[in-house]
C-alpha cells in the first residue's frame, strides 16, 4: 500500500511554470526528497468569502435582479 499525503497548498509561479509547495512537515513526514516522483490528484477549492467583491460588474445587483425578473414574466 502507497503512503497517502494529503495537503492543502496554494499554487504558486515559479518561472513560466506554476508549482505547489509542499509544508516542510509533510515532507518530514513522508520523507520526501528531492527527485522522488511524486502523483498529485488535484481538487480546486474556491473560497467564496475571497471571491466576494473580486469581480466588477456595469450594472448594479439591483439592475441585474430586475432584468432577470422581467425575463420571467407574469
Known sequence: ???ILRVRGVVRR???SLGLII?????QKH????GDVVEL????????REM??????SKSSQEMK?????EWGD
Request: hydrophobic share 40%; proline share 6%; no cysteine.
Open 1 to 3: 500500500m502507497r503512503p
Open 14 to 16: 515559479i518561472g513560466n
Open 23 to 27: 509544508p516542510w512537515e509533510e515532507v
Open 31 to 34: 520523507k520526501i526528497k528531492e
Open 41 to 48: 490528484e488535484v481538487e480546486r477549492r474556491v473560497n467564496l
Open 52 to 57: 466576494f467583491g473580486a469581480f466588477e460588474f
Open 66 to 70: 430586475d432584468e432577470a425578473r422581467a
